[in-house]
C-alpha cells in the first residue's frame, strides 16, 4: 500500500513562491513505476489537475492556468515529488493533493481524477493579495 505524504503549504502573499513535497511511503523499490500529479480543490469544485508527471521524470504536464509558473519534478531516489510554485496568484488558493498510479510510459497522460489511484491527505495553500 503507498501512502502520500504532502508538506509545504502554507500563506503566502501573491507574486510569492512555495514549493510542494510528496513523499511516498510503502513504495521505496517501486517508486520510479508510478506516474505522479498535483491536482488542487476549492470548496464546492471538482478536483483539477495542476500537473503531472510520468515514471522517470522525462515527461511533464501542466495545466493551462499555471503553464509558465509551476514546474513539477520528480527524486526517484528519495520517492518524493515536487511542485515548484512561482508568480502565486489568489486564485491558486486551494487543498493541493498529490497523487500516484502504476504506470510506465514515455508520455505522461493528463488523467483527470480517476486516473488515480492513491492520494494523500492534501496540504492548504493560501495567496493573500
Known amino acids: 500500500q503507498v501512502q502520500l505524504v504532502e508538506s509545504g503549504g502554507g500563506l503566502v502573499q501573491a507574486g510569492g513562491s512555495l514549493r510542494l513535497s510528496c513523499a511516498a511511503h510503502?513504495?521505496?523499490?517501486?517508486?520510479?513505476?508510478?506516474?505522479m500529479a498535483w491536482f488542487r480543490q476549492t470548496p464546492g469544485k471538482e478536483r483539477e489537475s495542476v500537473a503531472a508527471?510520468?515514471?522517470?521524470?522525462?515527461?511533464?504536464y501542466y495545466a493551462d492556468s499555471v503553464k509558465g509558473r509551476f514546474s513539477i519534478s520528480r527524486d526517484n531516489a528519495k520517492n518524493t515529488t515536487y511542485l515548484q510554485m512561482s508568480a502565486l496568484k489568489p486564485e491558486d488558493t486551494a487543498v493541493y493533493y498529490c497523487?500516484?498510479?502504476?504506470?510506465?510510459?514515455?508520455?505522461?497522460?493528463?488523467?483527470?481524477?480517476?486516473?488515480?489511484?492513491?492520494w494523500g491527505q492534501g496540504t492548504q495553500v493560501t495567496v493573500s493579495s
Open positions: 508527471i510520468n515514471y522517470n521524470g522525462l515527461s511533464t
Open positions: 497523487a500516484a498510479t502504476l504506470e510506465r510510459l514515455p508520455v505522461i497522460r493528463p488523467y483527470g481524477y480517476n486516473g488515480y489511484r492513491y
Open positions: 510503502g513504495a521505496e523499490r517501486t517508486f520510479n513505476s508510478y506516474a
